[in-house]
């Protein structure tokens, strides 16, 4: 083939064309394994309208249940157990353009792929990529709260609104003991062993975590620890085959979810009836009309994919984070 425009047009160059193949192969966009897992479980929700969304969560108990008999006088206190987390509606948008040129030159039997079509596909990847790395960003601005809020890594966190005191009802359960994932003590990996006590004490809190959300280096060192000789190795000594099984293992009943932005050292448990995003059903990363741009001077067209997207905690206390976990 040749290998410049500068070579010679011979014959044969000029008489046969290439074979175009019309899919466009994505070397820009990293995957986005947080949202997917949001977006294809019970963590996400579609409603409707509103400014906001308000969720109530009980704080406190009736602490006058006791026994009696005969003439005792009882306890007659009210109580107020109910508190309102109330989350601002987020919105994430990606213009989508194109000039009238472009877009005449774009069509007929020289036309190999939808240039349209495609500029739509790389703005919606291009929000998705945008909410996964605010999912583990603390919010500022006009964006989603993220992980670092509603599992926080310290205690007297403000979430919704309602104010926690650090082991309180309104806080989630953490560890920020230093530990790395692969120190071995009487044969326990001190990975595994903080993660248990994560999940027991979310348990303890009512809480039922089944995702785990890493890194890859600690998930690495997880599917290290189950892979090597006197753990739980998968294939008997000698078996060329390889190790079978999962990339990322479960770990008990968590599916453990691997993710690129995920801050170094964390790990973030979390029960899918806690945890939610919320989608607007009227902005579902929504395509408005194209409108022409001719007022700016400009034989183009301009549309903008949108999205109302808003994450929210009902259970703070069922979640947890480890913070200091060194992987591999």
Known sequence: MATSRSETLDTHWSSTRRTADPKVYDQYFQKVPTVNEFRKSAMQVVDGGGRGIEVRVQTSGN????????????????????????????????????SDTDRWENSGAEKVFDELKNLGDIAMQAILQAINE???TAQTGKNILGFPDTISDAGGATCGGITSVSGGIWDNNRSTTATTFLT???????G????????????????????????????????????SQGYANPNPTGNVGGVGGELHPPFYNCKLIADNDCPALHSYFADTS?????????????????????????????????????HTTNSRRSNAVTTALTGT
């Not at 071995?184 to 001190?190: E, K, L």
Request: glycine share 4%; proline share 7%; charged share 20%.
């Open 63 to 98: 602490t006058q249940a006791a026994s009696f008999s005969r003439y005792d006088p009882l306890a007659k206190s009210p109580i107020n157990p109910v508190e309102s987390a109330e989350y601002n509606r987020r919105y994430y948008y990606c213009p989508i353009i194109l």
């Open 134 to 136: 605010d999912l583990y």
């Open 274 to 310: 806690a945890e939610k995003i919320h989608v607007m059903r009227a902005c579902n990363f929504k395509k408005p009309p194209f409108v022409p741009l001719q007022s700016n001077g400009q034989l183009a067209d301009l549309a903008y994919i949108v999205a109302g997207v808003t």
């Open 192 to 227: 595994i062993d903080l993660w248990g006590d994560m999940l027991d004490e979310c348990h303890i809190d009512k809480g039922n975590p089944t995702k785990i959300f890493t890194t890859w280096s600690i998930a690495r060192a997880y599917r290290v620890a189950l892979s």
């Open 184 to 190: 071995v003590s009487n044969n326990i990996v001190a």
